[in-house]
């Protein structure tokens, strides 16, 4: 898959930061142990700095969302509100059925399932809200099983 479709936007000069991969994102929670527990429970992540954190010797836990990607659960960091944090973030995820996954009760919804352009192309995806209120956009690149354009 390419993510460039768009050769003319391609810098002619090196730019002054060269991006190499995604590392984290801190979502503002109200509650570290509860956001931990989902995050285990929904799709199995690792965590990171539990212990610790329980000790006082971390600031925040993590979960892993891949080697070398995590998202921080932030407690201390002032928060404007449910849902007001981020807008979203996207994780991709193993091929599945996103309106059967939608219709399961395992997630609170916010929309979808849709098929629309991501960053690796078109593709299924499902919104859905965290125990905050964050929205978490689930992706996945297998084949669609919804019909429409983009």
């Not at 930061?17 to 570290?32: G, R």
């Not at 965590?47 to 600031?59: C, D, F, K, S, V």
């Not at 991709?92 to 609170?108: K, Q």
């Not at 960053?119 to 690149?141: K, Q, T």
Request: with cysteine; proline share 10%; charged share 25%.
């Amino acid at each position: 898959m390419s993510l460039v479709d768009e050769p003319n936007l391609l810098p002619t000069v090196r730019p002054p930061i060269v991006t190499v991969a995604f590392d984290h994102i801190v979502l503002a929670v109200a509650d570290p142990e509860r956001s931990v527990r989902w995050w285990v429970e929904k799709f199995g992540m690792r965590t990171h700095r539990l212990e610790q954190w329980r000790e006082g010797r971390a600031p925040f836990p993590s979960v892993e969302v891949a080697p070398g990607v995590i998202i921080d659960l932030d407690a201390r960091t002032p928060r404007s509100g449910p849902g007001r944090n981020v807008n979203h973030f996207c994780l991709v995820i193993e091929p599945c059925d996103l309106a059967e996954l939608a219709a399961s009760g395992t997630f609170d919804v916010v929309g979808g399932p849709f098929h629309r352009y991501g960053a690796y192309g078109n593709s299924d995806l499902l919104y859905i809200r965290d125990p905050d209120g964050n929205v978490v956009e689930l992706r996945h690149y297998g084949p669609s099983q919804l019909d429409g354009p983009c």
